[in-house]
């Protein structure tokens, strides 16, 4: 098994307040961004940032804790080994008409 953790899921969803916290739209629980991902895992392609960007004018680096509003930008920072995140906690809501589960 490869070390990627769980943050670098298209599931993980960032909590922009804590910097371990996140979110598992897959599995309707709270995770953290460095644990061993489950059988659910799928890994972030560009294609998944485009869509997000598309949809929601921005996704998230969680290493720079900034929103990153290009496809260009988020392309960066991927390919730096940032932890980029398709979607946001925010405040008590969660955007996950996206990617919701089945
Ligand atoms: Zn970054």
């Not at 910097?19 to 897959?26: D, F, I």
């Not at 629980?29 to 059988?39: A, D, L, Q, V, Y």
């Not at 946001?88 to 008409?97: A, F, K, R, S």
């Amino acid at each position: 098994m490869s070390r990627v953790p769980c943050g670098k899921c298209r599931f993980y969803v960032a909590y922009p307040f804590h910097e371990t916290l996140g979110y598992c739209s897959t599995r309707s629980e709270f995770t953290t961004c460095s644990s061993t991902p489950c059988s659910e895992f799928k890994p972030l392609s560009l294609e998944d940032v485009e869509d997000a960007l598309a949809k929601h004018g921005f996704v998230y680096c969680l290493t720079c804790r900034s929103s990153l509003t290009n496809l260009e930008e988020a392309f960066e920072h991927l390919s730096s080994g940032h932890i980029v995140n398709l979607q946001v906690l925010q405040g008590e809501g969660i955007h996950e008409e996206v990617y919701a589960g089945d």
